[in-house]
């Protein structure tokens, strides 16, 4: 297994430019999240996803969207970049049950916005 | 509303000795708690967790965390600390009814050689 898988690992955007962050796990997991990280801080929780066609805002959710078409992917849009969205982008997954799984994270994708 | 507090921003240890980072949550109900340790340049790697039962918990590396409800409080140790253990730790916490993780802000553990 892969595990998480994130593309592309460096991107430097021009404000007002759009990209996507593209996440895929080979797991069978239905949760799926986006995280970014700030210097010094913490997670953030952008979107998340309990499976295909079901998508929930997080706790930092402006600026960004996604959509969740296949258990296995889960893409990041950022329409307009801004500098506020410079940071570290995870994205996560875990399976379900009675309790929770732990999260296997991929290995980020790093967003300079200038 | 779930929260994590880390309150040392650094902890510093000697190799071969005890070591200690610290969590304290706040959260509706039950917790389930989570550690993860962060690599640099690296994602984060899953250590332990506390669903339910016993209150000390063993993970991965030779850690183990200490769920204690009445200072609620999940402690993260190690009896003897390796310079390879020098990473970032992040402690977690889910609320029993609830779909997401909230995240503490991490503690840089130092071990010197």
């Known amino acids: 297994n892969a595990g998480v898988t994130q593309t592309p690992k460096f991107r430097i955007l021009k404000i007002g430019q759009s990209m996507t962050l593209q996440c895929a796990q080979d797991?069978?997991?239905?949760?799926m999240y986006w995280y970014r990280q700030d210097p010094g801080m913490g997670l953030k929780l952008i979107y998340y996803s309990v499976g295909a066609g079901i998508t929930d805002k997080g706790e930092v959710p402006n600026g960004y969207n996604v959509s969740r078409s296949t258990t296995e992917d889960f893409p990041l849009r950022l329409e307009l970049a801004a500098p506020s969205q410079t940071s570290v982008y995870f994205c996560?997954?875990?399976?379900?049950?009675?309790?929770?799984?732990?999260?296997?994270f991929g290995p980020g994708t790093r967003l300079t916005v200038t | 509303a779930q929260s994590v507090a880390q309150p040392e921003d650094q902890v510093n240890v000697a190799e071969g000795n005890p070591l200690t980072v610290k969590c304290t949550y706040s959260v509706s109900g039950n917790p389930y708690l989570f550690w993860y340790v962060q690599y640099p340049n690296r994602g984060l790697q899953f250590l332990l967790k506390?669903?339910?039962?016993?209150?000390l918990v063993k993970g991965s590396y030779g850690f183990e965390a200490e769920f204690n409800k009445s200072q609620t409080s999940f402690h993260l140790k190690k009896p003897s600390a390796l310079v390879s253990d020098s990473a970032l730790y992040f402690c977690?916490?889910?609320?029993?009814?609830?779909?997401?993780?909230?995240f503490g802000p991490g503690t840089r553990l130092s071990v010197l050689p």
């Open positions: 797991m069978n997991h239905n949760y």
């Open positions: 506390y669903i339910t039962g016993d209150n």
């Open positions: 996560a997954s875990s399976g379900e049950g009675g309790a929770p799984y732990e999260q296997y």
């Open positions: 977690a916490v889910r609320a029993h009814y609830g779909q997401n993780f909230v």
